[in-house]
């Protein structure tokens, strides 16, 4: 069975904690993402196990972490455009309000036998 807690590393290799044990100035993805935040290329510096050892969430210096990136007016352009076309039809060419089914690559309406 692992070591739940090897706060230096040494029988690990890897400072471990457990579950919310975790010290200050440290954070899980989720919650750098929650704090506006991302790991900024750093990688995880310890990990917090839970469930006997089975499930594993690493930890990121939060004085490394640096602001979450924006998509720019362009990106958001290119995504707008990628959406559009998952809704409309190949063979009507009509904007439909769902995405186009990729099984059958047209909307219900042109579908043969109708919606499936």
């Known amino acids: 069975m692992t070591t739940v807690y090897d706060r230096t590393g040494t029988e690990t290799g890897f400072p471990t904690f457990p579950f919310r ?23 995880p510096v310890a990990q917090i196990l839970w469930r006997r050892g089975k499930r ?18 362009a990106q958001r352009e290119a995504i707008a455009k990628a959406l559009r076309a998952r809704r409309t039809c190949r ?23 109708g919606a499936r």
């Open 21 to 43: 044990m975790a010290p200050d100035g440290l954070a899980t993805r989720r919650q750098l993402r929650a704090a506006g935040l991302r790991p900024g290329g750093h990688d």
């Open 91 to 113: 063979h009507c060419g009509h904007l439909k309000p769902y995405y186009i089914p990729r099984r059958t690559g047209s909307c219900l309406d042109c579908t043969p036998g």
């Open 56 to 73: 594993v969430a690493y930890l990121y210096r939060l004085d490394l972490a640096a602001p979450k990136r924006t998509a720019t007016p």
